[in-house]
């Protein structure tokens, strides 16, 4: 049983360029989400959908796009990547709502030079 | 603003000493409060959150509403306690966490 599966689990972008983060779960989950991780902070919530193709921003959007046209997959662009967008980047899914217990996956490790 | 505070990076600890991970919050309402943990090698994971009222492998948290506390208490630690402890807040669809502590419980 697999959970969160992150792709890729790290890269390296020049900036202005663009990137999809892909996340996928098989757990049915209704709710899925997208954090960032910078150095001695905790998580932060970019954006969140609550159901197939719909999303909602979290704390931190800016910079950012999403899209959940499976109920399974959440994707997270950057449409044109800056180095302040530097960051470990977690996707979590849950059954239902941000209250509920979240699953996580690996982590995405993304450089902006 | 700082919504969750763990003024601790770091805590070190023997095997079966007492250990409390300080966690601290602000925000108006009546939030619900987590605490997330990530072993070594591992996902990050739910320990526990306070509506639940229960102890999992021997840890527990009491939301004081009036210290806008939420630490995180075990009796006696254990090595395999050794891992990244994250605080963690919701409210009317936001969820914030801490930025982390790391325990070291020594043999």
């Known amino acids: 049983n697999a959970g969160v599966t992150q792709t890729p689990k790290f890269r390296v972008l020049k900036t202005g360029q663009s990137m999809t983060l892909l996340c996928a779960q098989d757990m049915n989950h209704e709710y899925m989400y997208w954090y960032r991780q910078d150095p001695g902070m905790g998580l932060r919530l970019i954006h969140y959908?609550?159901?197939?193709?719909?999303?909602a921003k979290g704390e931190v959007p800016d910079g950012y796009n999403v899209s959940r046209l499976k109920k399974q997959n959440f994707l997270l662009g950057l449409e044109s990547a800056a180095p302040s967008q530097t960051s470990v980047y977690f996707c979590a899914s849950s059954y239902s709502g941000l209250n509920q217990p979240q699953h996580f996956g690996d982590g995405t490790r993304l450089s902006i030079l | 603003a700082q919504r969750v505070t763990q003024p601790e990076k770091l805590l070190s600890v023997f095997k079966g000493a007492p250990v409390e991970l300080k966690c601290n919050y602000s925000?108006?309402?009546?939030?619900?409060l987590f605490w997330y943990v990530q072993y070594s090698r591992q996902r990050l994971q739910l320990l526990l959150r306070?509506?639940s009222r229960e102890s999992i492998k021997g840890f527990t948290a009491d939301l004081n509403k009036g210290e806008t506390s939420f630490h995180l208490k075990k009796p006696f630690a254990q090595e395999e306690d050794s891992a990244m402890y994250y605080c963690?807040?919701?409210?009317?669809?936001?969820?914030?966490f801490g930025s982390g502590t790391k325990l070291n419980v020594k043999p």
């Open positions: 963690a807040l919701y409210n009317f669809n936001k969820f914030y």
């Open positions: 925000y108006s309402g009546s939030p619900e």
């Open positions: 306070h509506i």
């Open positions: 959908s609550v159901g197939e193709g719909t999303t």
